[in-house]
């Protein structure tokens, strides 16, 4: 077997080019694992952002007597129907804790232009996210918020 000059040229960049191929995959496997990486926690936050978000909608637009944090809001006699959005203050005094898998909700509370109050329902720890609502507390417009955790 007799190598050339142009044998060993062609040669030399064959084996550059493919190293500089693998270098280009190394790259894409690294970017796709990140990427993933990501995907994972995105869908993390959003189970938690979802949980929350409901119970939130629950209190202020439903009524429960057995736990208020299922639904807090003032009932219409006449209309025979719960009023969305507007909460009466004592019912808050009825809120029971609801555990889900890994979700609880830590606590809740609300803040008016006169009054703030905090009711703590599980003295846990983990990744938490609030959710704000606007809603009228005894007639008075404020916020209450509702923070769950994982």
Known sequence: MIITS??????????????IVLFILLIFVFSVNHQTDKITQNVGQFFLEEKVMLI????????????ALLGACVIDIEKKRVKSNEINSANFSNLKPIEQDSFFVKSVSYQTNTRKNKFIIENRTGECLVVRRFVLIDGEKGFVFVEGCV
Do not use: P, Q, R, T
């Open 6 to 19: 142009k044998g060993i040229i062609f040669s030399m960049d064959a084996l550059i080019a493919f190293v």
């Open 56 to 67: 939130a909608d629950s209190l202020v637009k439903n009524y429960n007597e057995e736990n």
